[in-house]
């Protein structure tokens, strides 16, 4: 069955940097493309990055771009989100989510469980 | 960027009742739109997509109408499990956004 487990959040400073990564089983992991999305505390969702199947290409919500970046490494079924110069807004439970096997449909038919960062000082 | 907006914030349903829960986009988005359920604690699941098409998985009580910028998702007769939060989302446009979600409670 599809799995995706999200880790490497915690409490960080703000303007400090973090790595999310995101252990992908379950399913031929190269063959998807992939997306990252937020939930700030008792808030709705808001997605935040979509890296595409092969690593070609990808698209950021205007309130990280410059700021953070998503990559995978397909031989280890892997998807990172660097984060850098955090703020307070960007604290949140981050979800990473696989794309639809419709690669031009954009909606998320699986996610992993969450993990929480928090921008604090 | 794409609005969404969804209402009622809040909907009090008892069991066994119907549940209509409504999703406008500012501007169209075809039938590029899907409704997520998401439980306290937990993540969201996808329940509907391209507005009508239920999820593999998902029960026949969830159904999904609309297009271009008046969704609907119904839930038929609400059971305990599905007091929830639901979201929708469209994806015609980048980047994809998300209604504010509405609350079903029970009454």
């Known amino acids: 069955q599809v799995q995706l487990v999200e880790s490497g959040g915690g409490v960080v400073q703000p303007g400090r940097s973090l790595r999310l990564s995101c252990a992908a089983s379950?399913?031929?992991?190269?063959?998807?493309?992939m997306h990252w999305v937020r939930q700030a505390p008792g808030k709705g969702l808001e997605w935040v990055a979509l890296l595409w199947y092969d690593g070609n290409n990808t698209y950021y919500a205007d309130s990280v771009k410059g700021r953070f970046t998503i990559s995978r490494d397909n031989s280890k079924n892997t998807l990172y989100l660097q984060m850098k110069s955090l703020r307070a807004e960007d604290t949140a439970v981050y979800y990473c989510?696989?794309?639809?096997?419709?690669?031009?449909?954009?909606?998320?038919?699986?996610w992993g469980q969450g993990t929480l960062v928090t921008v604090s000082s | 960027e794409i609005v969404m907006t969804q209402s009622p914030a809040t909907l009090s349903v008892s069991p066994g009742e119907r549940a209509t829960l409504s999703c406008r986009a500012s501007q169209s988005v075809s039938t590029n739109l899907a409704w997520y359920q998401q439980k306290p604690g937990q993540a969201p699941r996808l329940l509907i997509y391209?507005?009508?098409t239920r999820a593999t998985g998902i029960s026949a009580r969830f159904s999904g109408s609309g297009s271009r910028t008046e969704f609907t998702l119904t839930i038929s007769s609400l059971q305990s499990e599905d007091f929830a939060v639901y979201y929708c989302?469209?994806?015609?446009?980048?980047?994809?956004?998300f209604g504010q979600g509405t609350k079903v409670e029970s009454k």
């Open positions: 989302q469209q994806y015609n446009n980048w980047p994809y956004t």
């Open positions: 379950g399913f031929t992991f190269s063959s998807y493309g």
């Open positions: 989510a696989r794309n639809s096997k419709y690669r031009s449909l954009h909606y998320f038919d699986y």
């Open positions: 391209s507005a009508s």
